[in-house]
Structures are given as structure tokens and as C-alpha cells.
């Protein structure tokens, strides 16, 4: 069955303070990995698609990698504005145009 | 930058009503989505539209509800009885090609059934 898990469900960092968020996945031929933002009551923010493994891309103070079973999400010297709900998703097996999401890490960054 | 827009932002219905969620989608873009998040839940996906019709549903989308493309802008999707279950918020995304390309998402439309 297709799945997506991410991992810890939340994070408290200092400010400052790197860490990385994790999301697995077990789905046959991936055709994406997809990074969201979700602030409070508001819609997932698109961050990052990542094709192939050994792929990483960069915005700011994240960076996202990908292997054959697991992306990271890197958070490098993180600001209370960084504090947000990080989501991953994937479509599923065979190619079914929607995605399936995982439950998502929460962050909060302190001062 | 372009943007998903949603309305209304907060839908309050009675049980058993008829309610209709309006999005803008992105204009260039031609795959067109619904999910929903139940609170303190996943999202979860309900449907997914392009060329004026479905081309992937899930078990929640069931003959309660539908979706239609009006003109060329909007994208709606109506509950017609609804149930306290369907109490969540609502996101429409759209993308420009099919599953392999980032889609983006409305603020979504918080919809309570009383």
C-alpha cells in the first residue's frame, strides 16, 4: 500500500538552532516528491519538487534531498518565521493523478 | 505571482444543505483538484477534473458530491445533503501537467455543519 510517513510529528528548535524533518515513502516508480508549508488555517505552500534520487534543492535556510526511500528536509539556522507545518507528498502508484500526503512535522522556532 | 483563490473563506450550513465552494485556479494551469483536512488530520484527496471532466475520484467522493468547470474560470465543487462529517476545510489546487508537477493550493474554505 502506498504510504507516506514524516517524522518527529513535532520539532522545537532555538532559533538558530539546524535540524532536519524526515518523510519515508513506499510507493513503485516515483514520479515526484513534493514539500509543502502549512501555516494555520491557511492552504500547503509549495516549496520543492524533487525527480531523482541524489537530487537536492535549495531555498533559503532549507534544502531538500531525496534518496530511493526518504527525503529530508534541511533547516539551517532556522527563524521564528520558519515555524510552520512541513508537509511531503507523492502521487500515488501507477501514475493516479492526485497526492497523497503524509501528516506533516510541526516547527516551531523559539528566540 | 499567480494565485489559487477560494470562496467563501468560512461556510456555515445547516445538516442536510446544499453548499457550493468556488475557486479561481491558476489561468494557464489545467488540472484542477479538491481535498480536504478534517482538523488535526491529513489532506486528503476528493477529486481531480481536466478537459471538463473527473479524472480521478476517492471513496469520500461519493454521488453527494460534484464538481463543475461553469465558465473559464471557475471550478466549484458542491455537497448536495450535507452531513456533520463533512465539517473540514476545503483546498482546490490546480497544476499545469499531470501528477509529476507541483500543484498549488487556495487558502481553502472552512466549511461547519451545525
Known amino acids: 500500500e502506498d504510504q507516506v510517513t514524516q517524522s518527529p510529528e513535532a520539532l522545537r528548535l532555538q532559533e538558530g538552532e539546524s535540524s532536519s524533518l524526515n518523510c519515508s515513502y513506499t510507493?513503485?516508480?516515483?514520479?515526484?516528491l513534493f514539500w509543502y508549508r502549512q501555516d494555520p488555517g491557511k492552504g500547503p505552500e509549495f516549496l520543492f519538487t524533487?525527480?531523482?534520487a541524489g537530487e537536492e534543492k535549495e531555498k533559503e535556510r532549507l534544502k531538500a534531498t531525496l534518496t530511493k526511500k526518504e527525503s529530508f528536509l534541511h533547516i539551517t539556522a532556522p527563524k521564528p518565521e520558519d515555524s510552520a507545518t512541513y508537509l511531503c507528498?507523492?502521487?500515488?502508484?501507477?501514475?493516479?493523478?492526485?497526492?497523497?500526503f503524509g501528516a506533516g512535522t510541526r516547527l516551531a522556532v523559539h528566540p | 505571482e499567480p494565485e489559487v483563490t477560494q470562496t467563501p473563506s468560512h461556510q456555515v450550513t445547516q445538516m442536510g444543505q446544499e453548499v457550493i465552494l468556488r475557486c479561481v485556479p491558476i489561468?494557464?494551469?489545467?488540472?484542477f483538484y479538491w481535498y480536504r483536512q478534517i482538523l488535526g488530520q491529513k489532506v486528503e484527496f476528493l477529486v481531480s477534473?481536466?478537459?471538463?471532466?473527473?479524472?480521478?475520484k476517492s471513496e469520500i467522493f461519493d454521488d453527494q458530491f460534484s464538481v463543475e468547470r461553469p465558465d473559464g474560470s471557475n471550478f466549484t465543487l458542491k455537497i448536495r445533503s450535507t452531513k456533520l462529517e463533512d465539517s473540514a476545510m476545503y483546498f482546490c489546487?490546480?497544476?499545469?501537467?499531470?501528477?509529476?508537477?507541483?500543484?498549488?493550493f487556495g487558502d481553502g474554505t472552512r466549511l461547519s455543519i451545525l
Open positions: 489546487a490546480s497544476s499545469v501537467g499531470q501528477s509529476n508537477q507541483p500543484q498549488h
Open positions: 510507493v513503485s516508480g516515483l514520479r515526484g
Open positions: 524533487l525527480y531523482s
Open positions: 507528498a507523492v502521487p500515488p502508484s501507477g501514475g493516479y493523478n492526485k497526492l497523497i
Open positions: 489561468s494557464n494551469h489545467l488540472y
Open positions: 477534473f481536466y478537459n471538463n471532466e473527473i479524472s480521478e
